[in-house]
């Protein structure tokens, strides 16, 4: 556990080569794109200070957090009207996680790739994550590569095996069972 910062996660660290890496974004939205590293990191950047909680029960209080924010790459695609959830698609084994828009478009919502400033570790999901504080950090994607805007809400890979679908850690919404 380096810096006091557990690490929880399927076992697969997918690796990093800025020439290959992309993101893509498709779905319900006007302009679907596929960004690489040098276009993303060349994105307005954002920073967000914040504590973290996994559903296990440990937290990591005051992570500064920089990257590009959430806001930002939806207004490059432009959802259409009837885009009402967000589905993560990441680097290992295809990990995913789901999260309404609206929540998404909040101003703490960020795609994260520097952490206490220093690039985020690849263990702690770098090149780069998805950070939203409001919500238990399984909903906060490793290896982010994929971001697709759907109409009808799609569980994710926790949220089908028994994780709430809300994650809200101030009521301690754990499960959905
Ligand atoms: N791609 C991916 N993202 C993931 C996970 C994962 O297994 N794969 N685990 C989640 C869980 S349950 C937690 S608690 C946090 C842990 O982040 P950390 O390993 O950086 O502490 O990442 C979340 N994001
Ligand atoms: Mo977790």
Redo the contacts with the bound molecule.
């Keep these: 556990m380096a810096h006091g910062?557990?690490?929880?996660?399927?076992g697969i660290v997918p690796r990093f080569d800025p020439k290959a890496w992309t993101l893509r974004i498709d779905g319900a939205v006007e302009k679907p794109a596929t960004l690489t590293w040098a276009q993303f990191t060349a994105l307005p950047p954002a920073a967000v200070t914040a504590d973290?909680h996994?559903?296990?029960g440990w937290s990591?209080f005051d992570n500064r957090w920089e990257g590009v924010s959430f806001r930002t790459i939806a207004d490059l695609a432009r959802p259409l009207p009837a885009a009402r959830h967000v589905v993560l698609t990441?680097?290992?084994a295809g990990?995913t996680?789901n999260l309404p828009l609206d929540m998404l478009l909040d101003d703490d919502v960020l795609f994260a790739y520097r952490h206490d400033g220093k690039p985020l570790p690849l263990?702690?999901?770098g090149p780069l994550?998805l950070v939203v504080p409001k919500r238990?950090?399984?909903k906060?994607?490793?290896?982010v590569r994929q971001v697709t805007f759907v109409e009808k809400d799609e569980p994710g890979?926790?949220e089908v095996r028994g994780y709430s679908n809300t994650a809200d850690p101030w009521t301690e919404d754990r499960y959905s069972f």
């Design positions: 910062w557990p690490r929880l996660d399927l973290f996994c559903v296990t990591r990441c680097g290992d990990y996680t263990e702690h999901g994550r238990y950090a399984w906060s994607a490793k290896w890979y926790w």
